[in-house]
């Protein structure tokens, strides 16, 4: 959403999707997974998910106003799953070290997060998607 909304709409529509990121909150909000055997298939998705999370968090504070006061509690749960999801990428197991590295490198480049909100284009379907949107939050 945060692609297709403008700033301020998004911050809104975050706020009714996610009313628990919470300025009051102590910092509990959200915490990344551990994996208790990252040999195991599917339990080294977990590692996956704290890459996932961190890449997404980021691009969410981005895309909010500089004095939105979510945005600390945001950064913090970014930058705990940016740590855990980057322990993991060891190539130590090959069920995780053969794909856990294109998650970080989504993650430590920013790919797909404009470092300037102006780069931002929104395809004209999304735009009467957005306002429908924009009338569902009001």
């Known amino acids: 959403m945060r692609r297709v909304l403008p700033g301020p709409e998004f911050a809104r529509w975050l706020h009714v999707f996610l009313p628990q990121i919470s300025p009051v909150k102590n910092g509990t909000w959200l915490q990344p997974v551990v994996s208790p055997d990252p040999s195991d298939p599917k339990l080294a998705h977990l590692d996956g998910l704290n890459l996932s999370r961190a890449w997404m968090l980021e ?3 981005t895309a ?12 913090v749960a970014a930058e705990a799953h940016r740590r855990a999801g980057l322990a993991a990428v060891t190539g130590k ?8 590295g294109s998650f970080a490198v989504y993650l430590v480049t920013g790919r797909g997060i404009p470092q300037n909100l102006s780069q931002i284009s929104v395809p004209e379907p999304f735009v009467s998607l957005a306002a429908r949107q924009k009338r569902s939050l009001h």
Do not use: S
Not at 93 to 100: A, I, K, N, P
């Open 59 to 61: 691009g969410i504070a």
């Open 64 to 75: 909010l106003p500089k004095n939105d006061k979510r945005l600390p509690m945001i950064r």
């Open 93 to 100: 197991h090959y069920e995780g070290g053969h794909w856990l």
